[in-house]
């Protein structure tokens, strides 16, 4: 079975760190993009970041720039999102996510989401 | 960023009805959009890439449209299975987008 799991989300201060993991099964890891995407509670859905298979490209949306650090191990079939100077508005759950194809961004397989809230 | 635009931003419909709802990109995207549907509690689920092309699985009465700037989700006769929140996202430019959603609801 296709799977995405993800771990590491939790209850954080404002200015600290977290590091969130998302373990991939049932397909060829290193054959995709992957992403990760958030939604803040009540809201909608908002890319957050991407890396390319052997992860020499790494993208992001602006609000995390500096802050977020996208990476992955394809050797544990393992994505990682490493969140420093955490931020109230960083509050949601945040998912992993992988393309339907090798170089697309819809996303087919979405795993269930771990819930980062940053408060004091 | 390529901002999109859903509308509307809900409505009621009743089962059986034909519901359309629209995404436009502020920008060209060739056919680089997808729709989701989110039910509460639960991750999205792709039902249609490239503005038209049903994700597999994906029930026949869902169908999409557009290219460029203008795209539509239709699903020609409403299950109580469909109420839910969708979603268009462009995957044409970073960073990647998405509209605000669509919540469709029982009336």
């Known amino acids: 079975e296709v799977q995405l799991v993800e771990s590491g989300g939790g209850l954080v201060q404002p200015g600290g760190s977290l590091r969130l993991s998302c373990a991939a099964s049932?397909?060829?890891?290193?054959?995709?993009?992957m992403s990760w995407v958030r939604q803040a509670p009540g809201e909608g859905l908002e890319w957050v970041a991407n890396i390319k298979q052997d992860g020499s490209d790494k993208y992001y949306v602006d609000s995390v720039k500096g802050r977020f650090t996208i990476s992955r191990d394809n050797a544990k079939n393992s994505l990682f999102l490493q969140m420093n100077s955490l931020r109230a508005e960083d509050t949601a759950v945040y998912y992993c996510?992988?393309?339907?194809?090798?170089?697309?961004?819809?996303?087919?397989?979405w795993g269930q989401g771990t819930v980062v809230t940053v408060s004091s | 960023a390529i901002r999109m635009t859903q509308s509307p931003s809900s409505f009621s419909a009743s089962t059986g009805d034909r519901v359309t709802i629209t995404c436009r990109a502020s920008?060209?995207?060739?056919?680089?959009l997808a729709w989701y549907q989110q039910k509460p509690g639960k991750a999205p689920k792709l039902l249609i890439y490239?503005?038209?092309t049903l994700q597999s699985g994906v029930p026949s009465r869902f169908s999409g449209s557009g290219s460029g700037t203008d795209f539509t989700l239709t699903i020609s006769c409403l299950q109580s299975e469909d109420f839910a929140t969708y979603y268009c996202q462009q995957y044409y430019d970073y960073p990647r987008t998405f509209g605000q959603g669509t919540k469709v609801e029982i009336k």
């Open positions: 049932g397909f060829t890891f290193n054959n995709y993009w």
């Open positions: 996510a992988r393309p339907y194809t090798r170089v697309s961004d819809a996303f087919d397989i």
């Open positions: 490239a503005a038209s």
């Open positions: 920008q060209g995207i060739s056919s680089y």
